[in-house]
Every structure is written in structure tokens, then in C-alpha cells.
């Protein structure tokens, strides 16, 4: 069974930080490009970053460029997102997804509040 | 970026209704769209990838068709459990990937 568990949100004040975390199970993580997405209350969806399965190629919605920082740890299966000066905008709840012709395995998610 | 649009939202159907839902490009992107159905409090789950090809377990009551700039999700008859909101989001520019804003069905 595929299982992806974000962890490490919380409430945070503006110019905080952040280090999320995701652990997966069920399939073969180094195989797999992966993407952190969130969703502020009451919102839609908007895709933050990707992290290509050999952590060559990694990109970054123009909102988060410099700010945050997506990693992973293939031999432990864990996907990170760090991020730094931390804006109320940033409030969401942030999930870990799996790409494969679609994002087609997502965490639970993890509620990131940023206020002051 | 390529900006996605979806239409109608909300939309109100009924039970046993046939229910259709478009979502637009700003470019076209072939046939790289995906549709997912997101419960309250739950996460997204992916229906339909590649425009028109139904994840496996999805039921056959949902359909996707289009390519280019325009797509429509159909359910061709609403049970109680879709009652949902469904996103679309584009692969084509892999990455960045963009949603539409959702189309909450009520």
C-alpha cells in the first residue's frame, strides 16, 4: 500500500521557518519525480515545487524562488521542503505528492499557519 | 505560465443528473490534462490522467474528452458520493503545473 505522511507544520510568525517532511512507503521512491502542493483555507490547489528522482532537476512556483528549498533522501524515502521567511501568504496546508502521469499519490497533509 | 480555466463553479446538479465540467487553456497543451476530485478534509485523488484515460478503480461513470485548449470531465450519472470538488491541472509545461481554480459540484 502506498502511504505518503507529511509532518513538521505549525504555527510559525512571518519571517519564521519551516522544515516539512514526508515519509513514503509502498513504492519505489528513487524511481519517482515528487512535488510539494498547497492549498490555503478555502482555496484551490497551487503546485510549489518538484524534485526530479535523482534530485538533478528542481524547480519552484516564482512565489517560493528563494525561500524555500525541496530535497529528498532516497535511501531513507524522504521528501523535504525547507522554508524560510515565512509569509502569511504561505498559510496552507502543504502535501507530498508522487508523480506518475498525473499526481497520483498524495499525503494527508500538513497545516502550515503563518501569523504573527 | 499557462493559466487554466474551469467552468461553471459552483455547479448545481442533482442525483441521476448528467454533469458536465470544462476547463480552458491559455495554450495549447495537447492532450496533457489531468482531473482530480478533492472531498472536504481529504486530499485530491486522481481520476482521469492524459485528458481522457480513467485511473484504475475510478468508476466508468466518468469520462474526460478534449485536446488543445479545451476539456470536459462528464459524470453521465451523479451519485451521492460526487458530490465533490473537482480540480484540472495541466503536465504539459512538467513543471510548472498549473490548476484550475475548481468547480465545487453542490
Known amino acids: 500500500e502506498v502511504q505518503l505522511v507529511e509532518s513538521g507544520g505549525g504555527l510559525v510568525k512571518p519571517g519564521g521557518s519551516l522544515r516539512l517532511s514526508c515519509a513514503v512507503s509502498g513504492f519505489t521512491f528513487s524511481n519517482y519525480n515528487m512535488n510539494w502542493v498547497r492549498q490555503a483555507p478555502g482555496k484551490g490547489l497551487e503546485w510549489v515545487s518538484s524534485?526530479?528522482?535523482?534530485?538533478?532537476?528542481?524547480y519552484y512556483t516564482d512565489s517560493v524562488k528563494g525561500r524555500f528549498t525541496i530535497s529528498r533522501d532516497n535511501a531513507n524515502h524522504l521528501l523535504y521542503l525547507q522554508m524560510s521567511n515565512l509569509r502569511v501568504e504561505d498559510t496552507a496546508v502543504y502535501y507530498c505528492?508522487?508523480?506518475?502521469?498525473?499526481?497520483?499519490?498524495w499525503g494527508q497533509g500538513t497545516l502550515v499557519t503563518v501569523s504573527s | 505560465d499557462i493559466q487554466m480555466t474551469q467552468s461553471p463553479s459552483p455547479l448545481s446538479a442533482s442525483v441521476g443528473d448528467r454533469v458536465t465540467i470544462t476547463c480552458r487553456a491559455s495554450q495549447s497543451i495537447g492532450n496533457a490534462l489531468i482531473w482530480y476530485q478533492q472531498k472536504p478534509g481529504k486530499a485530491p485523488h486522481l481520476l482521469i490522467y492524459?485528458?481522457?484515460t480513467l485511473q484504475t478503480g475510478v468508476p466508468l461513470r466518468f469520462s474526460g474528452s478534449g485536446s488543445g485548449t479545451d476539456f470536459t470531465l462528464t459524470i453521465s450519472s451523479l451519485q451521492p458520493e460526487d458530490f465533490a470538488t473537482y480540480f484540472c491541472?495541466?503536465?504539459?509545461?512538467?513543471?510548472?503545473?498549473?490548476f484550475g481554480q475548481g468547480t465545487k459540484l453542490e
Open positions: 505528492t508522487r508523480d506518475s502521469a498525473g499526481l497520483v499519490d
Open positions: 524534485i526530479s528522482s535523482t534530485s538533478l532537476y528542481i
Open positions: 492524459t485528458a481522457s
Open positions: 491541472q495541466q503536465s504539459y509545461s512538467n513543471p510548472p503545473y498549473t
